[in-house]
């Protein structure tokens, strides 16, 4: 089925309201982009589909496959098919990244992934992607660059080959060649199960993985929707049409903070074997 469905979704974080009554179907085979100014709620609404602890849903409901969502953990979300690509992937000292990527995959698994066919999987997906496998061995995300980093994030998504991308802003900060990565590992991910939800300031990103449906986010609510050509208004007028014709302020919003999963869970987790 692969079907999430968000209704009325109002959510907080430290007593400050960001969202405020987001609708949103995402069905399977299907690539959703979703663009505004900065500041209105965009990763937010990632990081609440995919479990923060900081955000608080104050109201409404998140289905996925007609489950309710809110109820699951952070792992067992991942277990259903959702990936989160992080904007800012975290450095996690004592944490391998080839013990990371192992027991992201047997969480997902009813009987542990052979070394031969684990080992295999991550050549091959690290050549797709580019991403050094001198890198496999250090420590996760630890000492890496900023593009290093972000194509460990596509290279997670490659082998847990999920039914549901949360793409936050992989592309920032990465050079041409690591924007046609990003571009040709969604492309490649594309079939009639994989659906993907994707944030991006670069045109070019989506001009390589034309979305089929796009919509646009200002304080809070998604103000409109429709296909790709919402892209390429915004790209040619900004968003100052948005404010005439859906009356709405897109003045520059404070700063909130930035929140980020605990590292001490994670090591918890991997020294556990779970995900």
């Known amino acids: 089925m692969n079907r999430l469905i968000i209704k009325d979704l109002e959510v907080s974080v430290e007593d400050k309201k960001i969202l405020k009554g987001i609708n949103l179907e995402i069905n399977k085979g299907e690539i959703h982009a979703l663009i505004g100014p900065n500041g209105h709620g965009k990763s937010t609404l990632l990081n609440v589909i995919m479990g923060h602890p900081r955000y608080i849903v104050d109201a409404g409901s998140i289905t996925y496959n007609d489950e309710d969502l809110l109820s699951f953990s952070v792992d067992n979300r991942s277990k259903k098919g959702i990936f989160l690509a992080m904007q800012h992937p975290l450095e996690i000292s004592g944490v391998k990244n080839i013990d990371f990527l192992k027991s992201a995959i047997n ?3 009813d009987k542990p992934v052979s070394l031969y066919k ?17 890198l496999i061995h250090r420590n996760l995300n630890e000492g890496f660059s900023g593009g290093e980093k972000k194509r460990n994030e596509i290279l997670q998504m490659k082998l847990l080959n999920p039914s549901l991308a949360l ?6 900060g990465l050079d041409v060649d690591g924007l046609n990565m990003v571009s040709n590992a969604l492309n490649n991910s594309k079939n009639e199960e994989f659906s993907a939800l994707i944030i991006s300031h670069y045109s070019k990103l989506y001009k390589e993985v034309k979305p089929t449906h796009v919509h ?3 304080d809070g609510r998604i103000v409109t929707s429709g296909d790709y050509s919402l892209i390429e208004r915004v ?9 005439k014709e859906y009356g709405v302020s897109i003045s520059k919003k404070e700063d909130k903070p930035r929140v980020v999963l605990g590292t001490c869970a994670v090591k918890e987790s991997i020294g556990n074997g779970n995900n």
């Open 235 to 243: 790209d040619k007028e900004g968003y100052s049409w948005v404010e």
């Open 107 to 109: 969480s997902r698994l």
């Open 118 to 134: 684990f080992i295999k999987e991550v050549e091959t997906a690290s050549e797709e992607v580019g991403f050094d496998s001198n």
């Open 216 to 218: 646009i986010i200002v």
């Open 167 to 172: 793409i936050d802003e992989i592309d920032s």
